[in-house]
């Protein structure tokens, strides 16, 4: 099992975003507080075409009270990062392991520091390449070899290695379990609306979160969007309406200018044009803090038959409006309720 690579000149630009000169397109390093605020430890996912970070893609979508907190997925073509990409294993030339999101950051910033030194008078333009290798190390103090993943690179002034515990990597049934599970969590709801920008949202959900625990999330085909909080005194709520609609869309009817946002959310379901779920204010707080990745546009859907809250973060290409393939970002949010349509 072995695992070696170079970051390009644009991938170490997509790790750090004091060197990304197109404000469009985001850095890989906002990527990480994000992953943070998701939860404390994520697994790395190499393919042969693909580098992953991923959180909680073996847990359930749905177990007990709280259900089974939110899975993320942060995908990046290996070509946007890395040169001399080399990935080989008997799991099909793939390699998944745990590690700790802070650790995995601290590291990375304290290699780009050295980095980033500039040259000093008479030296050769141009920094030595980062490194980045899966080793196995005797740790001070311990009989047995751990693995690390290990970034190295030479400053003007100082080289540097930085050595991160992860996990042992995972076996092959337990690798096979992930791809499924990324398989399956590729699966888009057939409507997607596009939300306000994310700050907005997380303001509004700050609010909301004072008066209860459970959020009612509903998305209708016209493009309207419901977040909800019902307390035995009281029901706050907001309504954004005529959105961006990608999928199953409908118009909206006529009458429904008419009433209360609550009784159009309510008559759409009916109809079979919208889904509505409940999920856990906790999960919807996290997922929001995925704005710290600098997406350029999100989208809200309900899976079908209300499986899931999914929440999609778009990227375009830098200097266009066209969706950045290399990058991908997701999110999908248990329910505790079965959802409605």
């Known amino acids: 099992m072995k695992f070696k690579a170079f970051f390009t000149d644009d991938g170490i630009s997509l790790l750090d975003k004091r060197n990304r000169h197109i404000t469009q397109a985001q850095p890989l390093f906002w990527f990480l507080p994000a992953m943070d605020k998701v939860g404390r430890v994520c697994q790395i996912f190499l393919t042969p ?14 177990a007990g009270p709280d259900g089974g907190g939110p899975q993320c997925v942060a995908q990046f073509a290996k070509d946007l990062l890395f040169r001399e990409y080399n990935l080989s294993s008997r799991n099909g030339n793939q390699i998944a392991f745990s590690v700790e999101v802070a650790l995995l950051h601290r590291a990375l910033r304290s290699v780009l520091a050295v980095h980033a030194q500039p040259p000093a008078a008479g030296d050769a333009p141009g920094a030595p390449a980062i490194q980045v290798r899966l080793v196995n190390k005797l740790p001070a103090g311990s009989r047995s070899a751990m693995p690390f993943l290990t970034f190295e690179t030479k400053g003007a002034r100082a080289a540097v290695v930085q050595d991160v515990p992860i996990s042992r990597p995972l076996s092959r049934s337990d690798v ?15 409507t997607l609306v596009q939300v306000p920008d994310l700050p907005q949202l997380q303001s509004l959900v700050d609010r909301l979160k004072n008066v209860g625990d459970l959020l009612t999330v509903a998305v209708t085909q016209y493009g309207d969007l419901h977040l909800q909080v019902s307390t035995s005194l009281d029901t706050v709520g907001s309504e954004f309406r005529k959105l961006r609609v990608i999928g ?23 109809r079979g044009e919208a889904l509505s779920v409940q999920v856990n204010m906790k999960h919807i707080v996290k997922s929001l803090h995925c704005h710290l990745a600098k997406p350029d546009c999100t989208f809200y859907g309900i899976a079908p038959g209300g499986a899931c809250l999914t929440v999609v973060f778009q990227y375009f290409i830098p200097g266009t409006r066209l969706a950045d393939k290399s990058i991908s970002f997701y999110c999908r949010l248990p329910v505790l309720d079965p959802g409605s349509s």
């Open 176 to 190: 096979e379990r992930l791809q499924t599970a990324l398989d399956d969590a590729k699966d888009l709801p057939q």
């Open 49 to 62: 075409t693909h580098a992953m970070l991923l959180h909680n893609l073996l847990g359930a979508t749905a």
């Open 248 to 270: 199953d869309r409908a118009n909206a009817p006529v009458g429904d200018q008419n009433v209360t946002a609550s009784t159009r959310m309510d008559m759409a379901v009916e």
